[in-house]
């Protein structure tokens, strides 16, 4: 038995030697005992490959593996997998278990155990504490010491009572890899498997505490023991270590195999250390390698193999990169498998390479784990965990049906039906038991059919039967969940749920359909996921299957394992580009590096602590004899040597590339790394890489930009984009241009590619013929109609031409509330109508009483009833009756002081009206019906004459403002009155006077004061004034009189907006109109309706909203997602318009009304 070192530095030819001895050994005694070639896991398949292809053929006795490999197999021989066996997935979960019932017991842990990466900095700790070995007795022993911070010894004793419970739970079962170590450790001596076996160790530079004892058992039984180290020549171990030397880790290690070899009295021969440099075709590469530990570093101005990148962002670095890779394929003949990529941090680049690489059409293998944990089937399981737990949220379950795994595998339910049932439901509001109990659900279906009947039958039978298919198995999953308390029944349930549904079957499909696309990754992941799943399911039931807990617990306990979920990864193909991280790569036989993301702060990287302790703690517990994994400081000095092996492994060729900026654009300084090289290769300058090709800096790099078609597709529309704007572009785009215009493969996609050249966002005019199909030969149209088309054509068209809907809420929205409002006083008004009692004698008592009997009625009419759906509205409803209260004692204060009784409420004229709709006649001969219903229109008679007005009523304030009537946006007041002035004799027997136009704002107003406490009078009067009415008045004495007979002198009225001088007159402040002006408005408005009408029947559905001031009708609207207005783009801009005073407002229509009889 023997120890055989070998040492040398990167590229020495350590693996070589190492086997060409095991080569050499086999060719001997083909038959002889075990070979075990022990590397890192991620080298095993490579290592592999190159042995075979070194010997022509296989081989029975050699055999790659890693340590865990290697134990499993002694576990194997030995009978050691007699015990249960919990991976890491079921360790967490019992973790979480734990911690869930011990959390009233925790000091520092109790607000974290839901928080993301505890669990795993749990088992981390766990994990560090059996490979380091340290045990209960010492981890007590750490609480303690009464000189050691409070905090820490909390986190400790917390810890320590998660592992007592851990413990308990897992009496006679092994967690994961560290106690298949210790007992593979203790299973050695009697292995056939290891005695007399050669054993060769390669790739590693150091070894947990847990590695050394297997190590240790291992040389004791093998015949030999073989072992490389990365570093410089044979020191004495006695000699003191340089913790700040490059090779600082390897020396270590070397100490202790040593003292391991001597403890055991194992002959150690004579280290056998080459000083040559095998790997390194490049002289650059080979001087860097040299110059790594020697300080200051010679120069060397030939720096041919090395090459510096800086990147203006990631994209454009990797775009360069790959393009760097197509040129090294197609001039100098390299394979891709030639090719890697480092990275000290492969998350950051994972998506971003896999994206343009694809673009690139360039294999690559990501050596990085993905998550599982959004994969459909997962997704699906903890939703419905979801909806079990938090008793049917709607969220919850629409999120489990959109998995698509309640869809039945065979049948006539596709998407569309799913889609149906969202909206259906989202409409309904169902909630809660609604989902589950089929007579609630009866309850709330039965709300559609306050649609059209026909209609409605059909889609609540459709309904129905969508029901019974996708919520029928969840809901039965549901009562046998409630019935149940132990970990295997909520399991085995679960397992059973996903039978029901078909689960196997519908990812087998899901597999199929992925291949048939080409995406043969998402094809193995669709084929790996029921396994993982099961296995979870299995890992739960052997940890604690026999165990009761409220399934809230299980809940969380079987999320943790779901979390820990990850696809296997294995290379697809061999000939493909590698990008993996520097920390766990290992290469072999790469002729070009690209280390990407050489950044200050990024490499060397900043420590960062994978257990609840901070460095500081970790350094504190190193100090004080506790055996831990590197603290901080010793990580950062072991940055250097993952520098120093990235950077030498490729044997031509390494570029290091950096970044200017980071996604945000905030600049970013290079690693210090560069700066060692720039002192090694004084001539070595930076690249600059861009993203575009209009930011190369000449046409020759530009040219470079041309490397796959889809790339090309899409820098090539960038370019023409740019001619197209008047920039000059070189000649070659046009040769791209023409070549795509002859490819038959990509005729669809370029086209759509050059369609955004010329494409602006107009959508042009309808032909006349398709206008009339969609709106009629006749128009009938509501003023708010036509005040759309005003403020936007395309908007008009959307609601009323397409007829798009936006999805229905079940919510309490504005407009509910606008009706309810409406509906109330209108109730009121009619009632006291009808009793023949006037409003100005409705008491406070009597608003009260009527109002709230109103309101009861009213609301199970509003939204489906969704006033009493739950405690919150009920509350609103009862703030909603208050302000209905308070608005109808205001009406009732208003009538008083007026000398106008309500004549007629909700009257309405046009189609099923009280009056003729309002008819306009159009140059072509067609007929306009403009329709409406009017809130309140309230009459004076007097011998002057039947004054009229109309009143508004409003949940939010608004006012008239004439240069808004003018531009076609504010119609409705002067239609309403203009269909009143015309029908009044027919209607009132009577032509009326217009006394005006109001607003009524209904709500229950904040009153504050100033100068404190308020008598009961000026409450009243400061009530009344939030209250007060805007609009327009006729400027006459009696329209004045009649709107409110106690406006004094110097005073205001709390009525109307209308204030008195000194000597009577009224106000510059008043809101008056002269009776000539109301004509002039009405001329406008019906030259408006005609004018807006004949646009609409026109064809006009441009993009043209307005804006004014700061208002503009796209900050509520609906369809932006539909037009995509974007007044970014030079092409698109708003209609601006003009503020106009009421005078000038009137003039621009007299002027106009002038040109339209003109012209007539």
């Known amino acids: 038995m023997g120890l055989q070192i070998i040492t040398g530095r990167s590229g020495s030819g350590k693996s070589t030697y190492i086997e060409d001895e095991i080569l050499a050994l086999e060719k001997k005694h083909p038959t002889g005992s075990p070979i075990f070639y022990l590397v890192p896991d991620q080298m095993t398949f490579q290592v592999e490959r190159r042995i075979i292809r070194k010997m022509g053929k296989g081989s029975t006795r050699i055999r790659v593996l890693g340590f865990n490999r290697l134990a499993h197999m002694i576990l194997q021989e030995q009978g050691g997998h007699a015990l249960t066996h919990l991976q890491q997935t079921g360790v967490n979960m019992l973790l979480r278990k734990v911690s869930e019932e011990q959390k009233a017991k925790l000091n520092v842990f109790e607000n974290a155990i839901g928080k993301n990466g505890f669990i795993d900095q749990l088992y981390a700790m766990l994990t560090e504490c059996k490979r380091y070995g340290l045990e209960e007795e010492q981890i007590q022993s750490i609480t303690n010491k009464d000189h050691l911070s409070a905090a820490l010894k909390d986190k400790f004793n917390d810890f320590l009572l998660i592992h007592q419970e851990l413990k308990k739970d897992t009496e006679g079962i092994r967690l994961a890899s560290e106690d298949d170590f210790k007992l593979a450790i203790s299973l050695v001596p009697d292995s056939e498997l290891i005695n007399s076996s050669l054993i060769a160790v390669d790739g590693f530079h150091h070894f947990s505490p847990l590695e050394e004892a297997f190590i240790a058992e291992l040389m004791d039984q093998a015949s030999d023991m073989i072992i490389t180290l990365t570093k410089d020549a044979y020191q004495d171990p006695s000699n003191e270590l340089d913790p700040l030397h490059l090779f600082f880790e390897t020396m270590l290690t070397e100490q202790k195999l040593i003292e391991i070899a001597k403890d055991k009295a194992i002959e150690i021969f004579e280290p056998i250390h080459s000083n040559q440099q095998i790997r390194f075709n490049s002289p650059s590469i080979a001087h860097l390698e040299r110059m790594s530990t020697r300080r200051p570093a010679l120069e060397l101005t030939d720096h041919s193999g090395v090459q510096v990148y800086a990147c203006v962002n990631k994209r454009a670095e990797i775009r360069g990169i790959c393009r760097d890779i ?125 649609v059209k009947e026909g209609e409605a039958d059909e889609k609540v039978e459709r309904m129905q039967r969508l029901y019974d298919e996708m919520i029928q198995p969840l ?160 990580q950062l000095m072991n940055e250097q040597f993952l520098v120093y092996l990235a950077q030498t492994s490729p044997t031509d060729r390494l570029v290091i590339s950096y970044l200017l900026s980071d996604d945000d654009g905030k600049a970013k300084q290079p690693s210090m790394i560069l700066h ?184 199970p009419k509003i939204n489906r009833n969704i006033l009493k759906s739950s405690n919150r509205l009920h509350y609103i409803l009862s703030k909603l009756e208050k302000v209905v209260i308070r608005a109808a004692m205001i009406l009732a204060v208003q009538a008083e002081r007026s000398g106008f009784q309500p004549e007629a409420i909700e009257l309405g004229f046009g189609k099923n009206g009280l009056l003729p709709p ?216 708003f209609r601006h318009l003009q503020g106009l005073n009421q005078e000038r407002a009137m003039q621009l229509m007299r002027i106009n009304m002038e040109e339209v009889q003109d012209g007539d």
């Open 326 to 450: 197509k040129r090294l394929v197609r001039e100098e003949k390299y394979r891709y498998k030639d090719i890697a990529l480092l990275t000290r941090n492969l998350q950051d680049y994972h998506d971003i390479i896999e994206l343009i690489f694809d673009e690139e059409e360039i294999p690559v293998f990501v050596d990085a784990k993905r998550t599982a944990i959004h994969h459909p089937l997962i997704e699906f399981v903890r939703s419905i965990m979801e909806v079990v737990s938090k008793h049917w949220r709607y969220e919850d379950v629409i999120r489990c049906l959109k998995t698509h795994f309640v869809l039945p595998t065979k049948g006539s339910m596709h998407q569309d039906d799913l889609d149906v049932f969202e909206n259906v439901t989202l409409a309904l509001g169902i909630n809660g038991k609604q989902w589950y109990d089929p007579v609630e659900w009866q309850k709330r279906i039965s709300f559609y059919r306050t």
């Open 676 to 859: 060692q090289l720039y002192d090694m290769f004084p001539n070595l300058k930076p690249e600059l890489k861009v993203e575009t090709p209009s930011d190369a800096g000449n046409d020759d790099e530009e040219w470079l930009f041309i490397s796959s078609p889809v790339s090309a597709r899409s820098f090539m529309t960038e370019r023409l984009q740019q001619w197209k704007k008047g920039y000059p572009i070189p000649s070659f785009w046009w040769s791209v241009y023409n070549w795509f215009s002859k490819q038959q493969d990509f005729h669809k996609t370029v086209a759509t590619s050059l369609s955004s050249i010329f494409y602006t966002n107009d959508p042009g005019k309808l032909p006349v013929d398709t206008a009339k199909r969609l709106y009629g030969d006749q128009l009938t149209a509501s003023v708010s109609r036509l005040e759309q088309f005003n403020s936007c054509a395309f908007k008009q068209f959307s609601n009323y031409g397409l007829r798009l809907k936006d999805r229905e809420y079940f919510r309490l929205e504005a407009p509910d509330i606008g009706i309810l409002f409406h509906e109330a006083l209108k109730e009121l008004t009619e009632a006291l109508k009808e009793e023949e009692i006037p409003l100005s004698e409705l008491s406070e008592v009597e608003a009260t009483r009527r109002s709230k009997t109103i309101i009861e009625g009213l609301a």
């Open 918 to 1133: 309002l008819t306009y006649t159009l140059t072509d001969g067609t007929v306009v019906e403009l329709s409406g219903r009017i809130d309140r229109v309230d009459t004076a008679k007097t011998e002057n004459g039947l004054y009229i007005r109309v009143i508004d009523y409003k949940s939010s304030k608004k006012d008239i403002e004439l240069d808004e009537v003018y531009y076609g946006l504010s119609m409705q007041m002067l239609v309403y009155l203009d269909a009143l002035l015309t029908y009044s004799s027919e209607w009132l027997g009577s032509t009326a006077v217009p006394a005006g136009m109001l607003y009524f704002h209904i709500h229950n107003p904040l009153i504050t004061s100033s100068s404190g406490k308020l008598s009961p009078e000026e409450a009243e009067n400061k009530i009344l004034e939030k209250f007060r009415m805007n609009g327009l008045i006729l400027n006459e004495d009696h329209a004045v009189a009649l709107t409110d007979h106690t406006l004094e002198a110097s005073s205001s009225s709390v009525i109307a907006p209308l204030h008195r001088k000194k000597d009577g007159e009224l106000t510059k402040r008043s809101k008056v109109i002269e009776k000539e002006e109301i004509q002039a408005c009405r001329e406008w408005i019906r030259s408006k309706v005609k004018s807006s009408s004949e646009a609409i029947l026109s064809g006009n559905i441009a993009i043209d909203p307005y804006k004014k001031n700061k208002e503009t009708p796209c900050r509520f609207c609906p369809y932006q997602a539909f037009c995509q207005f974007d007044a970014s783009q030079e092409e698109m801009q």
């Open 475 to 634: 809901s039965d999953f549901f009562e046998k969940i409630k019935e149940q308390t132990s970990v295997r029944e909520y399991a085995t349930s679960l397992f059973e749920l996903l039978l029901t549904l078909d689960a196997p079957e519908k990812l087998a499909a899901m597999r199929d359909h992925a291949e048939q696309a080409g995406r043969l990754q998402e094809a193995k992941d669709h084929d790996q996921i029921w396994k993982q799943l099961i296995s979870v399911l299995e890992q739960a039931d052997e940890a604690c299957g026999k165990d009761d807990m409220p399934f809230t617990t299980f809940q969380k306990m079987l999320d943790t394992g779901l979390e820990s979920i990850s696809f296997s990864i294995i290379p697809p193909a061999f000939d493909q580009v590698m990008a993996a991280t520097m920390a766990t790569s290992r290469l072999n036989d790469v002729k070009c590096t690209f280390i990407i993301g050489a950044n200050d702060g990024v490499i060397p990287a900043k420590a960062e602590e994978s257990t609840f302790l901070t460095n500081q703690e970790r350094q504190l517990l190193i100090e004080e004899g506790y055996e831990l994994s590197p603290s901080a400081e010793r």
